[in-house]
Structures are given as C-alpha cells and as structure tokens.
C-alpha cells in the first residue's frame, strides 16, 4: 500500500470549511483513498472513499487531483464535534485486509 | 443496537497473568480484524479473520493468540502479559467486496498491565 503524508495538526473556525491535505505521490492504478477519523477515545469511524472522481456523502466530500498524487477532505461546515483525528489511507480496493494508518491529523474546530 | 461491541471495556491486570478480550458484530460481514493502539497513538494492525480463517497474522508475539468461533465474534487472549501489551485493542468488521471495504471499527478496550 501506498504511504501517506499529512500535516500533523490543523484548527478551523466552527461553521467554517476544514480542508485537509494528503499527499500520496507513490499511489498505484488501482488504489483507493480512503479517509478515516477517530474522536478522542472513540473508534476509527469511516468518512469517505474514492479512486479518481470527486466523491460527496453526507458527511464530508472528498477531492482527488488529476494525477491521484494528493487528496482534499473538506468538511463543509465544521462542528465542535469534528474535532479529531484524521487518518488518509491509500489501499487496493478489491482486496480484503489491513488498513494502515499513518500519524493522521490533528483537527481542532475552535468556537 | 450496537454493530461492533467489545467486552471489556477497560481491564486492568497484573504482569504475567493470562487475559481475554472479546468482540462480536452483528452486521452480518465475513472479516473482523484486531488492531492495537498503543501510548503514543500508532494503530496498527494484528489479526485479521475471513470467514473463520485466518488471513492475516503480522509480527505479533505468540503470547497473543485470536480465536473465531463464528464469523460474528473474534476474541483474542493474551498470555504472560506484559507492560508493553498496555494499549488500547480495537476490533473491526468489514464484508469483503470486489470495489470497496469498509471497516466498521468497535468502541475499544484498554488494557493496563501494572
């Protein structure tokens, strides 16, 4: 699977958009980007997936570049209870198994 | 209802002692996983289960050894634990697709050796 690298630590304005960067210069034809979030002492929770398309579900959309290099994750309107951590995964879709997670960042949404 | 549901939530033990954890899911998918996260916030992968079977088994000493007597639960047992074992153990689901795989991750279980 391909690596991952992400800022350690971000704030956003309540009500504001949190845009978090990854970058994935490594990734292969057939990885998708997966973006995970884990809440202070909550288990990994699931936002969103994609392989080359912009994807939207009703928690958060996802941006790919062009050359699948970097990824976006855009909160549109950030709550108190965005506040986590963010994990950017690059893994083969059609293939059960491990996800690995990197250092992930930090997203604190101030009132 | 709960989808992944672990048991204990927190267990607090002595050095050497032999400790079990438990995990079910009632989401009806064929693979659970153990992960470990430990003090500094890595989380990392140990086991996995497709349909009874284990399919993934990383770099784990084998005082550790996962047991999947359906495809609903996935325990794990820890033997002569160690100070080192204090982390927090979280259990996944996921149900195998061809295009994607979502893993649905339980509420955790924290374990403390003294």
């Known amino acids: 699977d391909a690596k991952t690298t992400q800022p350690p630590s971000m704030d956003c304005a309540e009500g504001r958009a949190a845009n978090l960067p990854c970058n994935h210069s490594?990734?292969?034809?057939?990885?998708?980007v997966y973006w995970y979030r884990q809440i202070h002492s909550q288990g990994p929770q699931y936002i969103i997936h994609g392989l080359k398309n912009n994807e939207t579900n009703e928690m958060a959309s996802l941006i790919i570049t062009e050359d699948r290099k970097s990824s976006t994750l855009i909160l549109p309107h950030a709550t108190l209870r965005d506040t986590a951590v963010y994990y950017c995964i690059v893994r083969v879709g059609n293939q059960g198994g491990k996800l690995i997670f990197g250092q992930g960042t930090e997203l604190s949404v101030k009132p | 209802d709960t989808a992944v549901s672990q048991t204990p939530k927190y267990l607090v033990t002595q050095m050497g002692n032999d400790k079990s954890i438990k995990c079910e899911q009632n989401l009806g998918h064929d693979t659970m996983y153990w992960y470990k996260q430990d003090s500094k916030k890595f989380l990392k992968i140990m086991f996995s289960?497709?349909?009874?079977?284990?399919?993934i088994n990383e770099t784990v000493p084998n005082r550790f050894s996962p047991k999947s007597p359906d495809k609903a639960h996935l325990n794990l047992h820890i033997n002569s634990l160690e100070l080192g074992d204090s982390a927090v153990y979280f259990c996944a689901s996921s149900q195998r697709k061809v295009t994607q795989e979502t893993q649905y991750f339980g509420p955790g279980t924290r374990l403390l050796v003294l």
């Open positions: 490594t990734i292969s034809g057939n990885e998708y």
């Open positions: 289960y497709n349909n009874k079977e284990l399919i």
